[in-house]
């Protein structure tokens, strides 16, 4: 998808206008955590999302855009700071463009921002976790279109990738399926594998070429380790 | 939940393709839960890891029943196998489980436990070949490598007369035991759930993409067939030999875009003996039906090596090979072009040196406006080879026909117009183009004085380059009687040219019933080039040729015989392989007077001579080696020599396989008639089995037949009711 943004010039311009704006709908939510991490309360940061989310899409927009922008997680940032201080330049108040409300925003308590972490470091994490819910939800999508095993899988998802991930317990699984545990470990291990390259993929979507995807993840789970 | 865990996997998830030995392999999952060994699975206990690639995972596991150790292989993902994935899965390695031959790893058990799949096989103490390359550190010597790949071969070759395909052939999948064999592994097994699995489709999975044939790197599933695995034998070949791979590159994408795209011609086989190069080159055709015919056919070709004999597979040819290379590299070839012409480089230098005199000045002028002229036609000319100007023309005969019309729009000195017309057929291996001079003839007629010599030779060149079917509504001779005395009266009776003018007119007289005077003139011929034999005016084993066929005609046909014999024995024994088609002519024809003259079985020598030279030179597919390999075949069922007549079948059955592939239907008659010889000899179960390779040779990745084994379904159902089933 990215791919197509920064190829704009050699793709039809509206291809990749809608690109952007499917991209920009699946991460908006970073923006909104750096904006409150800097200290905007919810009704200003989403104002400014809002704001910016029709500033992007359009044309002047996408002819800034160079090949040279290889990842669209750093290009929105940058955009968006840009976009802010020309907006406070201008001495015009944040407002929102067309008043049509585009994302549905909802309130971030102030006490689930974390103390020590600066803004920038925030929006990545955000960032992160935006493509593994992307990358969980094609999961589970993949889990839903099967048609043998529905529920051992969705049992399994549970514990490889979701809320029981932390100690799962596999013959808890093993028993009611009447499986052995060497059998549902090594399902739980292609589900991982699996689930890794659904992140790939994620990933390949927002970054310039097939190159770029190895740095992108390593630098999120650096950030994320730290 | 540890989210960087996540990332960090998904980095190991990909096998990004390196440059090792092995072509790299998928680094395992250090944290996605590896089992904990020893455990129990599917009646196996499983002991240690031993290997873990893209495709899956091997254990050494001991069979608690049998109390054998084993290795165990589960595939990567099978969990997430659709049911019918895992049927097909369990159907192909089923089918694998019934190879048993001494070099394939063979395969105990195919089992599925909890919607797992997977197979336990043998389990080889040793190292894999990529192992072993990687600890050298060196190629192989041609021996060693030709010995491996034999085997390997023939392993490949007995899989595929049973339908299995191996589809991952690389060094991490040939094991080497204690004594250096070669142990084949992975049958068909590894790629086949990868193939259209909904799941799989990232390079990780794809595997190494080193060895990927065109049409698999395409993802063209339904075309691989065994030549995707000879072509993955012929990387093998290559790396063996060099420890390089033929292709490669900074990523997947990168390796199978030259894979797709690089020609066998731009390898880099610098260093290796020629003929596994060519053996070489010619398994990495990209048009499957260009690779050799099997992998069996193969190891032959390489045996032949081995014993000191000559490969049958012919170089990537000059044609092929020109071609390619003029669409490769634009600018030499022009450079080259023009250097062919004899006309830039040489008035260039002469310029320079003329230019200093004041009184040339004129003169160099029109050589510069001609060699600008000569120039741009050439630009134009490589413009027909250029894929972004519309090109590129594929044939011989569509470059000639540009050529000439690039050729009418120069308009400097008409002899630098024919010297470039002439020269076309020594630029395209187009040797007897009479085209070229035909066009040649009418500009010189047009330009120059009629008692020219250039307007002589160009006439000669015309008409004794004629095919020889064409007779031009009777006036060939007459042209050849023209050109001759022009020659004779102008040139006097000696003179080289007026000779081979002379032997042009016999040539044709011989047969169009005017054998007297073709005798009478060829006797002339001979006389002088008796005279001075070490620069003869016309090649020799042509004149002797025709001077045999002039004698045969005359009715003297002992004595054409006994000339035929010494003379064509001395000319196999001295063959100019430059030439060698004429050398396999002379040959053909000897068999042709013999069998006239009665002696069958010394025309079917000489006729096995003919090929051999054909096949040895040109390669099966040659139109020549046809004719000689269809007439062979009539003779020996003439004589009911069935042992002869069998060999010969498989012999044409190969030939027509290399020049015309599986798919036609020439080639199925010609599986048919091999089978019905078979069966003639009370060997119904083989002409059973050659159906069997054939048609499987005709399947696609799925298993099901392409529509071009409709012709040899039908002559098989023939075979089976002339057998009474």
């Known amino acids: 998808m990215w791919s197509v943004v920064v190829n704009a010039h050699a793709v039809d311009e509206s291809v990749a206008l809608q690109a952007l704006e499917r991209m920009a709908r699946a991460y908006w939510q970073p923006l909104y955590v750096f904006l409150r991490q800097r200290g905007s309360p919810h009704d200003e940061a989403s104002d400014a999302v809002q704001g910016f989310f029709e500033h992007l899409l359009r044309r002047e927009v996408l002819q800034h855009v160079t090949r040279r922008e290889t990842r669209f997680r750093t290009f929105l940032l940058t955009c968006f700071t840009r976009w802010l201080s020309n907006q406070r330049r201008d001495a015009h108040a944040l407002r929102r ?5 585009m994302l549905p925003i909802h309130e971030l308590p102030v006490e689930e921002l974390p103390a020590d972490v600066l803004a920038e470091q925030l929006y990545d994490r955000k960032w992160a976790r935006t493509l593994f819910d992307l990358a969980l939800r094609r999961l589970d999508e993949e889990i839903e279109a099967r048609e043998e095993r529905r529920d051992f899988f969705q049992e399994l998802r549970r514990r490889v990738c979701g809320p029981l991930s932390g100690s799962p317990q596999w013959d808890e699984v093993a028993g009611p399926f009447g499986m052995s545990i060497v059998a549902v470990r090594k399902a739980a291990h292609d589900m991982r594998l699996r689930f890794a390259t659904l992140l790939r993929h994620e990933v390949r979507r927002v970054v310039g070429s097939d190159a770029d995807v190895d740095g992108e993840l390593r630098h999120l789970a650096a950030l994320l380790a730290g | 939940m540890c989210l960087a865990c996540f990332f960090n996997e998904a980095v190991e998830a990909e096998d990004t393709p390196s440059e090792s030995v092995d072509g790299g392999s998928a680094r395992v999952f250090s944290r996605a839960g590896p089992l904990p060994l020893p455990c129990e699975f599917a009646g196996y206990r499983l002991l240690r890891e031993i290997a873990s690639g893209g495709m899956g995972v091997v254990y050494e596991a001991e069979d608690s029943e049998l109390k054998r150790t084993v290795a165990l292989k589960m595939i990567r993902l099978a969990a997430f196998a659709r049911q019918d994935e895992i049927t097909r899965f369990r159907a192909e390695a089923e089918m694998a489980a019934q190879l048993e031959h001494p070099n394939i790893v063979p395969i105990h058990d195919v ?7 997977f197979f336990t096989m043998r389990l080889v103490a040793g190292m894999s070949l990529a192992q072993r390359l990687s600890e050298a550190g060196e190629p192989l010597s041609p021996h060693e490598a030709a010995i491996i790949m034999v085997k390997t071969a023939r392993a490949v070759q007995h899989a595929h007369a049973r339908g299995v395909l191996h589809r991952d052939l690389k060094p991490g999948n040939i094991l080497l035991d204690e004594r250096g064999e070669p142990h084949l592994t992975d049958f068909g097994l590894a790629k086949l759930l990868d193939d259209d699995s909904m799941l799989t489709r990232t390079t990780a999975q794809l595997g190494t993409p080193h060895y990927m044939s065109p049409e698999q790197a395409a993802g063209r599933v339904r075309q691989i067939t065994t030549a995707s ?23 997947s994408a990168e390796i199978m875009r030259q894979v797709t795209d690089a020609s066998p011609v731009a390898l880099d086989l610098r260093g290796m003996n020629a003929d596994l190069a060519t053996l070489v080159q010619r398994c990495l055709e990209k048009e499957p039906s260009k690779r050799p015919p099997s992998a069996g056919f193969l190891a032959d070709e390489l045996e032949r090596w081995q014993n000191g004999g000559t490969i049958l597979s012919r170089p990537v040819d000059a044609w092929e090979r020109g071609f390619r290379w003029v669409r490769r590299n ?9 250097t062919a012409s004899g006309l830039v480089v040489g008035s260039g230098v002469a310029l320079w040196q003329r230019q200093q005199a004041v009184a040339a000045r004129d003169q160099a002028r029109r050589e510069l406006k001609d060699a600008e002229a000569v120039t741009g036609l050439m630009v134009e000319m490589l413009k027909v080879f250029d894929d972004q100007h519309g090109g590129p023309v594929t044939t011989k005969d569509e470059i000639v026909t540009e050529f000439l019309k690039q050729v009418e729009a120069f308009e400097g000195d008409p002899r630098r117009q024919i010297a470039l017309i002439t020269s076309t057929g020594t630029l395209l291996e187009q040797e007897d183009n009479s085209r070229c001079y035909e066009r040649a003839v009418e500009i010189a007629q047009r330009t120059l004085p009629p008692d020219d010599p250039q307007i002589w030779y160009l006439r000669w060149r015309a008409a004794s380059t004629k095919p020889g079917s064409y007779n031009r509504d009777g006036r060939l001779i007459p042209e050849l009687r023209t050109v001759y005395e022009w020659h004779r009266d102008h040139l006097g009776l000696d003179d080289p040219q007026t000779i081979r003018a002379m ?4 040539r044709r007289l011989v047969v169009t019933g005017g054998e007297v005077e073709a005798l009478g003139l060829l006797e002339k011929v001979r006389a002088v080039m008796e005279q001075r034999p070490e620069d003869p005016p016309v090649s020799r084993v042509k004149f002797d040729n025709i001077y045999m066929q002039a004698l045969f005609r005359n009715g003297r046909h002992e004595e054409a015989l006994s000339f035929g014999r010494t003379n064509c024995r001395r000319a196999v024994h001295e063959i100019n392989p430059e030439v060698s088609h004429e050398t396999a002519r002379f040959c053909h024809m000897l068999a042709k007077v013999s069998h006239e003259f009665g002696q069958t079985a010394e025309a ?22 046809m004719e000689v390999l269809s007439y062979l075949l009539a003779l020996e069922e003439a004589l009911h020599d069935d042992a002869g007549l069998l060999a010969t079948q498989r012999d044409a059955l190969r030939a027509f396989d290399m020049a015309l592939g599986p ?12 089978a019905q010889t078979l069966v003639e000899l009370g060997r119904v ?7 069997t390779q054939w048609l499987d040779r005709l399947r696609g990745g799925d298993g099901t037949l392409v529509p071009q084994a409709a012709k040899l379904e039908q002559l098989l159902a023939e075979h089976l009711k002339a057998t009474g089933r």
């Open chain 1, 97 to 101: 463009g067309g008043g049509a409300v």
């Open chain 2, 111 to 117: 089992g599925e436990s909890d919607g797992i799949p």
């Open chain 2, 229 to 251: 695995d000879v072509w993955a034998l012929g990387v093998l070949l290559h790396q063996l030999l060099t420890l390089r791979l033929p292709f490669t590159g900074e990523s």
């Open chain 2, 330 to 338: 634009k600018a030499l070839a022009a450079a080259v072009a023009l």
């Open chain 2, 503 to 506: 032997e042009s007119l016999a």
């Open chain 2, 604 to 625: 079917v020598r000489h006729l096995r001579q003919a090929l051999d030279i054909y096949w040895k030179f040109e390669g099966p597919a040659n139109p020549g080696a």
């Open chain 2, 663 to 674: 798919s036609r239907s020439e080639t199925q008659q010609q599986v048919a008639k091999y």
């Open chain 2, 685 to 691: 179960a083989e002409a059973d089995a050659l159906f």
